[in-house]
């Protein structure tokens, strides 16, 4: 299916917007990098109401939690190998 020339146009501008973007996020990671073993992850599930009322503030509905054990496959417990899938 060909594209019409301003649906060719539309695309274009739209890759560009998204590729400056991914230009931001890139350089401010260079400029900021973050320190993966802080262990620091925010998670925001579909029915948050982060995500329904946009001055809600994460410090009103965050708590602690501890994050689990990495075992030496980098991961946790449900995606170890078992003892039959090592050998």
């Known amino acids: 299916m060909k594209l019409s020339p301003k649906a060719e146009k539309e695309l274009g501008d739209i890759l560009e917007v998204i590729q400056t973007e991914a230009d931001i996020v890139k350089q401010d990671y260079e400029d900021n990098p973050s320190d993966m073993d802080s262990g620091s992850i925010v998670v925001v599930h579909e029915d948050s109401p982060l995500l329904k009322d946009e001055n809600e503030e994460l410090s009103d509905i965050a708590y602690n939690v501890q994050p689990k054990t990495i075992?030496?496959?980098?991961?946790?417990?449900?995606?170890?190998?078992?003892?039959?899938?090592k050998e």
Do not use: F, L, S, V
């Open 71 to 85: 075992n030496e496959y980098g991961d946790d417990d449900w995606a170890t190998p078992t003892e039959e899938e």
